[in-house]
């Protein structure tokens, strides 16, 4: 059994991208797996956007990661000891397994913890990913919130992301006409050669606005939302009367001291509807869903890529490619085979 672990603490909360030190390395005694306990190895972290919605000085959907406290994180385990009935050596886990290289997972905490199954062609990592939180919130938000009908047009921020990358293609399989922002060329031809797209427009170029107007001439029906600020509001502009505003995550604003705000005029205008949740509040659908992706999945009517980073030291610095936009696709961290 392994000796020493290596977390990541909080220190400080960063200001902007996470600076060196923000997150400090550190090794610990791996403790002993107590009654009711089980030991975990960390093989992959989730990098998420709200990690650094988690390290502000502020309480959100959850609280504010205390400063001196393992950084919280996302990620899949593998059992190796347990002294808990819901779990035997071997078994593969994903839950808030935190920034570091073994998890003692309490018998408090064991709900929290999913039990993920050995599916044919499908990859662990998935169950982070298109099967996973990102895949799931992409799901829900465009089938009970944005609610599609055949022929509406569909516009996704972050669209090559982990989320708005499934979104978008879920638009397809239900009918829409599907456009995609997002930060690179490359990506936008991923977009529209490969996931099916019907246009994908980079908002770095200088014409962003009036291409995203060309690309979409009978107006915006439903908005999955994930960037917030300048994007938002260009597409609340191309809005049609009674449309739907996916508000799912609002990127531009985590790193940033102020929230990433929209207008909100078009909203009494167009008399929009505009909906936020949270993935968790699906939580009794989930398998349910995560069946629906696997099998899209599997039979190629959704693609998805996941960009990994190798190496447990280097998540700090993951988390920024977020934010600059490195990542395409579920964004990772291998930790251990
Ligand atoms: N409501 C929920 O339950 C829930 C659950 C999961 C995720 N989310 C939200 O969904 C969104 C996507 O999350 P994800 O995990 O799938 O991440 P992701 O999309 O895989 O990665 C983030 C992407 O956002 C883009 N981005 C970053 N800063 C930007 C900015 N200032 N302006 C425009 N684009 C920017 C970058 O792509 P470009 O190269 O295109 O800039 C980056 O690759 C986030 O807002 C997140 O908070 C919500």
Known sequence: ???????????????????????????????????GQALARVKFLSIDPTMRVWMMDADSYLP?????????????????????????AGDKVIGLVGMQEYAIISASDSRGFQKIPPVPFISDSAFLGTLGITGLTA????????????????????????TGSIAGQIGKILGCTVVGIAGTDEKCQWLTEELGFDAAINY??????????????????????????????AVMDRMNLHGRIVLCGLISGYTKNSPALG??????????????????????KFTEAATQLGKWKVFGKIKDRETIVEGFEKAPEAINMLFTGANTGKLMVKVAD
């Open 139 to 162: 799901y829900f938000g465009m089938t009970d919130i944005g609610k599609p009908e055949k022929g509406e047009t569909l516009v996704v921020s972050a669209a090559a992301g982990a």
């Open 204 to 233: 770095k170029h200088a014409d962003w606005k009036e291409k995203l107007a060309a690309a979409t001439p009978k107006g915006v029906d439903i908005n999955f939302e994930n960037v917030g600020g300048e994007i938002m509001n």
């Open 1 to 35: 059994m392994p000796t020493i672990n290596r977390q990541f603490l909080l220190q400080a909360r960063p200001v902007g991208l996470c600076a060196p030190g923000d997150l400090q390395l550190v090794e610990t005694p791996v403790p002993e797996v107590q009654d």
């Open 263 to 284: 207008h909100f005029s078009p909203i009494i205008v167009k008399r929009l509807r505009v909906q936020g949740f949270l993935v968790t509040d699906y939580l009794a």
């Open 64 to 88: 504010k990661i205390p400063l001196g406290n393992v950084m919280r994180c996302f990620g899949l385990a593998e059992i190796l000891e347990s002294r808990n009935p819901q779990f035997k």
